[in-house]
């Protein structure tokens, strides 16, 4: 600790100098402004949101988040944390960045289903390896997403939500190096007060190096799209919603008004194409998942129907998020009820005849296993019915049709919002101390506030939706 002291104190030496005592403690790599390696280092999934820090460490391991996390805290430099990049809510401009790409392992137990999932994997290595035992996790919606800061923000999967809960629900174990540097083991027994934090307030409580999940024995599931024309969206909504009300916990559905990208990953008849998808994934027997979904196939002739019993690897790629970065901007909220007047305002503003430059707004059905709270943890989004997400894409041409979308979508839906949401749903602008207290609700975000006084009372770790140490 003393030789990081010493760093401080080399502030009236070159910036540069003062980063050598990083260079010379991580086995990572280290790259400032201008050097070759920092923008590839700082770049997100995310086009639109490069991240522009002072000091970029490449961690290859546990020492070395250790030693980035005491440098910055010496140096009174916040600390950002970057694993797959898909949700950077600021720049780090004045902090060091911490990226996880070089730790990616994933070992799997047999015997007790279990995961060992190292700070930086994306879901798509964790399936690499689950699914061949027969194995699975709640993933999201994307694979290219990172398996911790989804689990961080509770992750709230599109195809396992309903019938298994939040992805959070099943992590047994988080290796996290807090802000004094030291990485701490926490589980129901140890630490399990900051176990319990960690499972929904979104990297505000440390660097997690590494976490165990139990895994799921779902091998194949029912699981798909059924696209009909962007035309038909006002009746299929209205019979998405009255169906998917009465469906059974083993089904996960959402219902989207999709203008498709032309590219290559997507199927050719969906290209370019205006597009009303319903998506449906079912953990259970498949005769029980064809009778449940079979009044969503008789509303009329489909562009594509691809719901089908797949392996789960399969399934994962069901909502054809874009395989590689691009640039979009997004908002996410939920809603209370989806009621007719409800679809009638998303239609005005986004289906047939709105000429709405969005590419996706999709709402899911919660409910289900995603209701259960198992433990007193961080997730204030139980309990919500319905979640949008909206996206649009951010080319500069795109971007200002598409903010202007956004807040109209929003403004539209207003009546039927909930305060809370599930973490991961909140998008940038929703970075505030004032909103995050409303999403999370004033009493866990006080009792969050408490506990980030206990682990990280000088808020090192504020670049993301912050919750301050209570005073
Ligand atoms: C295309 C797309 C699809 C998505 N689908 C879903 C979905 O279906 N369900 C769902 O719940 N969410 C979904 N999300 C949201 C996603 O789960 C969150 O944005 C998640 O935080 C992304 O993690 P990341 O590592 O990819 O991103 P990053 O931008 O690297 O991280 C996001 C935040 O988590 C923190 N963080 C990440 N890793 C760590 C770590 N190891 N230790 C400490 N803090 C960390 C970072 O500080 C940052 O604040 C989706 C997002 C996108 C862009």
Redesign the pocket.
Known sequence: MTDVVRARHADSHLVTDKFDWLRDHVTGAVFVPGETGYAAECS???LLTPLTPPVVVGATGVADVEAAVRFASANEMPV?????????PHQASDAVLIT?DRMTAVQIDEDSAVARIA??ARWGDVVDATAPLGLAAPV???T???A???V???????ILGRAYGYASDYVTEFEVVTADGVRRTANEVENADLFQALKGS??NF????AMRIALLPVETLVAGGLYFPGNDAPRVIRAWRDWAAKLPDAATTSVSILRVAPMPHLPQVLRGQFVTAIRFAYAGPVGEAVEQFAPMRALGPAMLDTVEEVPFATATTMHY??PTPVPFLERGMALSDFTDEAINALIKVDGPGSYSPLGNVEIRALGGALDRAPAPDANPGRGAAYQVVAVGRGTANDSPAVLTALDALEQALQPWREDRQ?P??MTPEQAGVDEVRRVYGPELFDRLATLKAKYDPDNLFR??YNIPPAL
């Open positions: 997100t999934f995310n950002a944390v970057r694993g797959a990049g898909h949700s950077q996880l700070g930086g999201g919606s994307a290219t997403v990172g911790i800061g989804y961080l923000g509770g992750g709230q999967s599109p979104r990297g440390g660097v997690v190096t998020d874009p599930p991961n749903s670049v993301n």
